[in-house]
């Protein structure tokens, strides 16, 4: 009689693995999907970007310009007297001599104003010089005057002294001495009328004169400005130099106070350059500078700052404290360094274009094995035309992404990839 065998039922079937296994893939599903990194992220191309390392170093706290060199004085020209060119003698670029004729311009309306100013200064001599006449001729008629009155009351002085001899004897009659008295008493008064009448016309006269004076001597000074002004119709060179521009063709037309050139005095140059506004409060007269020029290294100081800003940015101008370059030449580009302070030991990131898109908020930082990159906040302090001076977020060592971020948007991670081509 056989022997009945146990038959062990299979605990692991081929359905049951089949759950299990699905089941896994869930769970781990819903836990990745709770504890995973789920940030944004976007596969990159090494080879297509540009890897710089953070480090420790000498921050050289300076500004990269870029400058013209132009001539040490310049000396514009200006109208000062408006009207038409009427002749040009000398062209633009050519070499000049204090003194020397550049143009000269016509102006009927000075020259009519002129006319005016004569005819009026003619009509006033001849008011002075009538009135002079006049008071002349109204004195020597006053003076006869006075003589024929002295000459009435010596004589009728004598008549009343003899009416009184005759008066005393009772040789005339009280009314022929009354009359004789009164007739003395009468010629003295008119004379004491005459003589103040005299002095008050005298004193009007001499006040009318002065007046006249003054106000002809008026005319002469206002006429000499306006001869003045027809001598400044010619334009001539105020300093020895280079007309190095004239605005000006024969028939045109200029008002007072328009730009006609300009004279470059040339013993000297300077180089001009323009400084974005972020930096005017930093800038001060005495920064030194310098750059390289034909394989020599040259001092540069600020000599002169235009506070004015104009589009985002102020002039300065840099002058060679121990001497220019021989093969310097106006107009030629200058680029210099201009130092802002002092060196220091600071955390040190290379420029690049990333700046452009972060303002220097933040960056993509390499994990350490080089297959990501983590966007991560910095503050950024200083700069000069290689580093930015590292205040916060990134230390020695740490690599970061320095080249463009435009075509990141706002993806927190960057998966690096090597060329699949090699």
């Known amino acids: 009689m056989g022997m009945d065998r146990k038959i062990e039922k299979k605990r692991w079937t081929l359905r049951r693995l089949i759950y299990l296994v699905v089941g896994t893939i869930v769970v781990g599903l819903i836990v990745y999907q709770l504890f995973g990194d789920n940030s944004p992220k976007l596969n990159v191309e090494m ?3 540009t890897i710089g390392t953070v ?3 000498e921050f050289q706290d300076f500004l990269p310009l870029t400058g013209s060199v132009v001539p040490i004085r310049t000396v514009y020209l200006d109208a000062v007297e408006g009207g038409q060119v009427d002749t040009i003698y000398l062209e633009a670029g050519s070499m000049v001599a204090q003194g020397d004729t550049i143009l000269r311009l016509s102006n009927t309306n000075l020259l009519l104003d002129i006319m005016y100013r004569e005819a009026e200064l003619f009509q006033q001599s ?4 009538n009135t002079r006449l006049a008071m002349e001729q109204n004195r020597l008629a006053l003076e006869t005057q006075i003589l024929e009155l002295d000459h009435a009351i010596e004589n009728q002085a004598r008549n009343y002294e003899t009416a009184n001899k005759l008066k ?3 040789l005339i009659a009280q009314q022929t001495w009354e009359e004789a008295r009164d007739t003395h008493n009468y010629l003295k008064r008119k004379r004491d009328l005459t003589m103040k009448s005299f002095h008050a016309d005298s004193l009007f006269r001499a006040t009318q004169i002065q007046q006249l004076e003054e106000g002809l001597e008026r005319m002469r000074g206002n006429l000499g400005i306006v001869k003045q002004n027809l001598d400044r119709l010619v334009l001539r060179a105020p300093v020895s130099g280079q007309l190095t521009s004239l605005n000006a063709e024969v028939g045109e037309s200029k008002v007072r106070g328009e730009r006609l050139g300009q004279v470059d005095i040339l013993d000297g140059f ?9 930096y005017i409060t930093r800038i ?3 920064l030194r500078g310098q750059f390289d020029l034909s394989g020599q290294s040259y001092a540069l100081s600020l000599d002169k700052i235009y506070p ?3 589009n985002g940015q102020f002039a300065i101008e840099m002058a060679f404290p121990t001497g220019e370059p021989v093969d310097i030449r106006r107009g030629q580009t200058i680029r210099f360094n201009l130092e802002m302070g002092e060196s220091s030991e600071q955390i040190l990131l290379a420029r690049g274009s990333h700046y452009q898109t972060t303002g220097g908020r933040w960056i993509y930082r390499l994990s350490d094995n080089e297959k990501e990159a983590m966007r991560v906040p910095i503050r950024l302090g200083r700069q000069n035309r290689d580093y930015f001076e590292v205040l916060e977020g990134l230390a020695p ?3 970061v992404i320095t080249s463009g971020y435009d075509n990141f948007g706002d993806i927190e991670r960057l998966v690096l990839q090597q060329d699949r081509r090699k």
């Open 284 to 286: 001060s007269t005495g």
């Open 47 to 49: 080879d297509r970007l």
């Open 270 to 278: 300077k180089i001009r350059a323009q400084v974005d506004e972020y």
């Open 397 to 399: 060592g740490d690599r």
């Open 308 to 310: 004015e800003v104009v």
């Open 55 to 57: 480090k420790q170093g």
């Open 168 to 170: 005393e004897k009772d």
């Open 126 to 129: 001849n008011n002075l010089r």
